[in-house]
Each structure stands twice: as structure tokens, then as C-alpha cells.
């Protein structure tokens, strides 16, 4: 899979979130974001899909995001999910907020890395 430049693609960013629940000025627009119907919203299942997909057009690696990707039940399964795809180097991207009661989950995840950022709003 190629960029409009030529370039391989094998970097893909999942935001598993429908929005960010932290309010940082290089992201959040002023006036906010629309919230979108939970029917609107893809499907874990759905995303660990399309994920599969980008794998077997060359990415290498997934970054999960979402401002705090924690906060959406089931996120420590979709990392999971994704630990299950061959070929795959799954890192999960999280705030400092939910470390402390997610790192159970984590390590049962089999994730290559875990990229933890404290940010500043």
C-alpha cells in the first residue's frame, strides 16, 4: 500500500474513541465535536476487521489511540484481538489516567509496546 507520494504504509493509528475526553488545544477543535450515535460508532469486532485487512495490505504496526483509549469498555480486549493478528506489532497509546487500573489487562494483551504520554491541556 502506497501514499500519495510513493511511500510504503505500514504505520496505521486506530482511534477507538468517538471523541477525546480531554480537551487539548492541538486536537479539540474550539466549539467541540458532534457525539456520534452508538450505532454510528464501529464495532470492535468491526475495527480488529479492517485492522486484519490493513495487515495484509503491508502494515506492520497499529497504534490503538483515542485520547484515553481505556475509557471504552472492552479496549484491553480489542488489544487482544489485535495481539492475535500475525505479523502484527500492536501498540497501545494511553494517558497517565488509567495506567494504574489498566496494567493487568496490559500485560495479558501480549502488546509489543505501551507508549504512556502525560500531556499538559
Known sequence: MLDG???SITYLRISITDRCNYR???CMPDGGI???AHEDICSLEGLRDMAAAAVRCGVKKIRVTGGEPLVR???VDFCRMLSEIPALKSSASR???ACSRSLPGRCATRASRTSTSASTR
Do not use: P
Open 5 to 7: 507520494f510513493a511511500r
Open 24 to 26: 487539548c488545544r492541538y
Open 34 to 36: 458532534e457525539k456520534c
Open 73 to 75: 469498555r472492552g479496549a
Open 95 to 97: 494517558r497517565m489516567a
